[in-house]
């Protein structure tokens, strides 16, 4: 098998914005006073704004972690979660078609700001009459730091190796802490592999659910299993050999037969097939388990 780092990159994407949101202590002790409460008990947030141009941004941060980066059953993103600290995992088959996804969204995110920025005095302005006596000046930055207040970054860095341990220490620690980084790389291979299995379960199963239901599913019911057949190679950075034959199970069902929302549809007998074989596939994974051959 392929070293990771010659299968993929990590990634991390810094999103931040003014949330619009301010607490206020004074409103809260107001509060707390008037109902005779502890005034530790209670939080008072005051919503600064309604701006459109805002929501938007808001909006858009969402789409590119559920269509950019999170890659599970619910989602259309191409990495898988790293670390707890914010770090995913990208392949690198997928490297191009992240960046074109995620350079639309950012294009508009950036339209999105300088909207934002055109219509802050006037912004103010409609807090000033909104809020009334709760309104504070010294909630609203100057309009050259909102600006630095909405950053979109993306940082790329290689998966470090486990063999490129550089330290002056004895052979036997060295081979030690190779062993210990290598141990938890493989620890987070299972992780990602596991996930990926479920990102096939999951689809699979909603798209089986759906159909022996007889509800009628929506169009993207159906794309993910045919996005599911372009991106999962790409995903089972393990080579893991039951995903590769669930992948094929998958191309020869839904990919190769050149199925449509439409078709499952009007055609009952062939919806009721593919359920089938969606299952068939997904008890396949949870009886052969074990991630790593």
Known sequence: MALLQDKA???????????????DKTLRNELATNHSVDETRLTVNKKLTNSESLK???KIDGLIRTDC????????GFCLAWDNQG?????IELKDRFEKRIQSYQNDREKAVKQFIKEYDSMIAGAKRDLGTAFNPEDFPSKDEMEGLFQFDIIKKPIPSNDDIRINLPADEIAELKANAKASEDAKIQQITGAVVDKVKGVLTHFADKV?????????????LVELCNVLPALNVSGDS???????????SFYGKNITAN????DKDLAKELSNTAKDIVSDLDTKGGYFD
């Open 87 to 91: 770090t995913y995992l990208l392949p």
């Open 212 to 224: 022996d239901a007889g509800e009628t599913f929506r169009d993207k019911t159906v794309d993910k």
């Open 9 to 23: 990159l990590l990634i991390e994407v810094n999103l931040k914005k003014w949330s619009g949101v301010k607490s």
């Open 56 to 58: 938007a941004i808001k």
């Open 69 to 76: 980066i999170y890659s599970g059953a619910g989602y259309s």
């Open 263 to 266: 078709k499952v549809r009007d």
């Open 242 to 252: 039951q995903i590769t034959a669930a992948h094929q199970k998958c191309m020869d």
